[in-house]
Protein backbone atom coordinates (compact mmCIF):
# COMPACT_ATOMS: atom_id res chain seq x y z
CA UNK A 1 0.00 0.00 0.00
CA UNK A 2 1.43 3.43 -0.84
CA UNK A 3 -0.40 6.85 0.90
CA UNK A 4 -1.09 10.15 -0.77
CA UNK A 5 -0.24 13.32 0.36
CA UNK A 6 -2.61 16.40 0.13
CA UNK A 7 -1.05 18.04 -2.47
CA UNK A 8 -1.97 15.11 -4.99
CA UNK A 9 -5.49 14.30 -4.09
CA UNK A 10 -5.68 18.16 -4.49
CA UNK A 11 -4.38 18.06 -7.92
CA UNK A 12 -6.07 15.19 -8.29
CA UNK A 13 -9.57 16.75 -7.60
CA UNK A 14 -8.91 20.72 -8.67
CA UNK A 15 -6.98 19.80 -12.17
CA UNK A 16 -5.24 23.52 -11.44
CA UNK A 17 -2.04 22.00 -13.21
CA UNK A 18 -2.77 19.94 -15.90
CA UNK A 19 0.83 18.36 -15.91
CA UNK A 20 0.72 17.83 -12.06
CA UNK A 21 -3.14 16.45 -12.68
CA UNK A 22 -1.86 13.39 -15.18
CA UNK A 23 0.84 12.43 -12.85
CA UNK A 24 -1.64 12.22 -9.69
CA UNK A 25 -4.59 10.62 -11.59
CA UNK A 26 -1.85 8.09 -13.78
CA UNK A 27 -0.84 7.25 -10.17
CA UNK A 28 -4.22 6.94 -8.68
CA UNK A 29 -5.44 4.94 -12.11
CA UNK A 30 -2.45 2.41 -11.67
CA UNK A 31 -2.92 1.67 -8.20
CA UNK A 32 -6.67 1.16 -8.77
CA UNK A 33 -5.86 -1.46 -12.03
CA UNK A 34 -3.57 -3.32 -10.05
CA UNK A 35 -6.36 -3.65 -6.59
CA UNK A 36 -4.00 -1.21 -4.78
CA UNK A 37 -5.36 0.86 -2.22
CA UNK A 38 -3.94 4.46 -1.36
CA UNK A 39 -3.95 5.40 2.30
CA UNK A 40 -5.29 9.30 3.30
CA UNK A 41 -4.42 9.89 6.31
CA UNK A 42 -6.61 11.42 8.86
CA UNK A 43 -3.99 14.67 8.58
CA UNK A 44 -4.51 14.66 4.52
CA UNK A 45 -8.02 15.03 5.07
CA UNK A 46 -7.88 17.69 7.40
CA UNK A 47 -5.54 20.10 5.35
CA UNK A 48 -7.21 18.88 1.85
CA UNK A 49 -10.47 19.91 3.34
CA UNK A 50 -8.80 22.99 4.41
CA UNK A 51 -6.97 23.61 0.95
CA UNK A 52 -10.57 23.23 -0.77
CA UNK A 53 -12.18 25.43 1.29
CA UNK A 54 -9.77 28.65 1.78
CA UNK A 55 -7.69 28.40 -1.76
CA UNK A 56 -10.00 27.33 -4.25
CA UNK A 57 -13.96 28.45 -2.48
CA UNK A 58 -15.02 25.20 -2.60
CA UNK A 59 -18.62 24.66 -0.61
CA UNK A 60 -19.62 23.30 2.29
CA UNK A 61 -21.58 21.28 -0.23
CA UNK A 62 -18.64 20.36 -2.60
CA UNK A 63 -16.49 19.30 0.17
CA UNK A 64 -19.37 17.50 1.54
CA UNK A 65 -19.77 15.47 -1.89
CA UNK A 66 -15.67 14.94 -2.35
CA UNK A 67 -15.40 13.61 1.36
CA UNK A 68 -18.64 11.24 0.04
CA UNK A 69 -16.92 10.49 -3.48
CA UNK A 70 -13.58 9.43 -1.45
CA UNK A 71 -15.16 7.46 1.20
CA UNK A 72 -17.34 5.16 -1.59
CA UNK A 73 -14.18 4.50 -3.88
CA UNK A 74 -12.72 1.80 -2.91
CA UNK A 75 -9.18 2.74 -4.17
CA UNK A 76 -8.70 5.10 -1.27
CA UNK A 77 -7.62 3.62 2.32
CA UNK A 78 -8.40 5.30 5.44
CA UNK A 79 -6.98 5.29 9.17
CA UNK A 80 -10.84 4.64 10.24
CA UNK A 81 -12.85 5.02 7.62
CA UNK A 82 -16.17 4.49 10.13
CA UNK A 83 -15.04 7.37 12.34
CA UNK A 84 -14.53 9.69 9.30
CA UNK A 85 -18.12 8.95 7.96
CA UNK A 86 -19.23 10.03 11.49
CA UNK A 87 -17.05 13.18 11.39
CA UNK A 88 -18.76 13.73 8.00
CA UNK A 89 -22.11 13.45 8.97
CA UNK A 90 -20.97 15.41 12.00
CA UNK A 91 -19.75 18.17 9.57
CA UNK A 92 -23.08 18.12 7.58
CA UNK A 93 -25.05 18.75 10.58
CA UNK A 94 -23.31 20.94 12.75
CA UNK A 95 -22.07 23.49 10.47
CA UNK A 96 -18.50 23.84 11.96
CA UNK A 97 -14.67 22.16 10.19
CA UNK A 98 -14.35 19.30 9.13
CA UNK A 99 -11.08 18.96 11.29
CA UNK A 100 -13.08 19.61 14.25
CA UNK A 101 -15.65 17.10 13.88
CA UNK A 102 -12.59 14.40 12.88
CA UNK A 103 -11.40 15.52 16.08
CA UNK A 104 -14.10 15.07 18.49
CA UNK A 105 -14.99 11.20 16.31
CA UNK A 106 -11.11 10.44 16.80
CA UNK A 107 -11.09 11.38 20.58
CA UNK A 108 -14.78 9.33 21.30
CA UNK A 109 -13.22 6.53 19.10
CA UNK A 110 -10.33 6.24 21.40
CA UNK A 111 -12.83 6.14 24.56
CA UNK A 112 -13.27 9.83 25.62
CA UNK A 113 -16.50 11.15 26.49
CA UNK A 114 -16.31 14.37 25.09
CA UNK A 115 -13.38 17.09 24.25
CA UNK A 116 -12.99 19.40 26.37
CA UNK A 117 -12.95 22.75 24.08
CA UNK A 118 -13.68 26.72 24.57
CA UNK A 119 -15.42 26.91 21.06
CA UNK A 120 -18.71 27.95 21.56
CA UNK A 121 -19.45 26.57 17.64
CA UNK A 122 -18.24 23.05 18.74
CA UNK A 123 -21.08 23.13 21.15
CA UNK A 124 -23.80 21.64 18.78
CA UNK A 125 -21.43 18.27 18.51
CA UNK A 126 -21.95 15.64 21.54
CA UNK A 127 -18.17 14.39 21.76
CA UNK A 128 -17.68 18.51 22.67
CA UNK A 129 -18.27 19.74 25.93
CA UNK A 130 -17.67 23.69 26.39
CA UNK A 131 -15.65 24.78 29.57
Not at 42 to 49: D, E, I, K, S, Y
Not at 61 to 68: G, N, Q, R, S, V
Not at 83 to 105: E, P, Q
Request: proline share 1%; hydrophobic share 45%.
Amino acid sequence: MKAIDTNVIVRYLVQDDPAQARKAASFIEDEAETGNQILISNAVLCVMVWVLDAAYGYSRKEIDTTLEKLLLTGTFRFEAKDVVWAALNDYRSAGVDFADCLIGRIHHSLGAEVTTTFDLALRKLSTFKLL
